[in-house]
C-alpha cells in the first residue's frame, strides 16, 4: 500500500462560498408547519414582510431538522459561477497529478451563534482506495470550513480540490467525510475516478 507521502497530496479543500440570504433566529423546536400556517394567515392580512420573516423562520426550522447530506455532487473542470451554477466535467478520467476539483452543495450543516452574527464549523477526511476496498492514501481533517456572516446561509457550497501524485494508474474510489462539529453529525460521499498516464477521457462517469 502506497504511503500517503508517496501519493503527495496536494488538498486545496479550502472553499466554502456562501450567499446571503433572509435568515432569522427560529429554534430547533419550532414546528415549521404551524409557522407556515402563520404566514399564510399573515399573508391574507396583507402583512407580507411579516409573512416573510415567519415563512424564513419556516424554513430554518425543517432545516435544523434535516441531517447533514448532499443535494449536488459533481466533478467540474471550473470554478463556478455561484450558488448551483456549474459545469459538469465529461468524464473522470485524469492523468497523474491533475487537479481533482469537486463541487458539493450539503444542507443541514448547524450554525451557532456567535459574537454579532452566525457560524459554521466543518472539517473533511478522505480516503483514496481501489474497487475492492484496498486502501491507497488518506487522511482526516485535511480541511476545515468556517465561514462567519450576520446571518445563516441558504445556498452554501464547497469546491473541494485533490491532486494525487504517485498513483498507478487505474480506477479508484474517492471517499469524503464531511463532519459537522456543531451538530455532531457526519455524511460521506464517493466519487469514481480514473488514473491514466494520457489523462484520456474515460466513459465510466461515477
Known amino acids: 500500500m502506497l504511503q500517503p507521502r508517496s501519493a503527495a497530496l496536494s488538498l486545496a479543500a479550502l472553499a ?36 416573510l420573516q415567519v415563512a ?5 426550522a425543517v432545516w435544523q431538522r434535516l441531517p447533514l447530506a448532499f443535494r449536488r455532487i459533481e466533478l467540474i473542470d471550473t470554478a463556478p459561477e455561484g450558488y448551483d451554477r456549474v459545469a459538469p466535467r465529461e468524464d473522470n478520467a485524469y492523468a497523474p497529478g491533475q487537479e481533482i476539483s469537486i463541487y458539493v452543495d450539503p444542507v443541514g450543516f448547524g450554525w451557532r451563534q456567535g459574537g454579532d ?22 487522511q482526516k481533517d485535511f480541511g476545515e470550513f468556517r465561514i462567519r456572516s450576520p446571518q445563516r446561509a441558504r445556498e452554501s457550497f464547497l469546491v473541494i480540490n485533490y491532486r ?42 461515477r
Open 117 to 138: 452574527g452566525w457560524e459554521t464549523d466543518l472539517t473533511a477526511d478522505f480516503i483514496l482506495s481501489t474497487p475492492e476496498g484496498r486502501i491507497i492514501a488518506g
Open 164 to 205: 494525487f501524485t504517485g498513483v498507478p494508474a487505474g480506477d479508484y474510489i474517492l471517499t469524503t467525510t464531511v463532519h459537522d462539529r456543531i451538530d455532531e453529525e457526519e455524511a460521506a460521499f464517493e466519487t469514481a475516478i480514473e488514473i491514466r498516464p494520457d489523462g484520456a477521457a474515460s466513459t465510466a462517469v
Open 56 to 60: 424564513d423562520d419556516a424554513f430554518f
Open 16 to 51: 466554502l462560498i456562501w450567499a446571503e440570504t433572509g435568515a432569522t433566529g427560529a429554534e430547533a423546536s419550532a414546528d415549521p408547519v404551524e409557522l407556515m400556517d402563520r404566514a399564510v394567515e399573515m399573508l391574507d392580512r396583507g402583512e407580507t414582510l411579516e409573512a
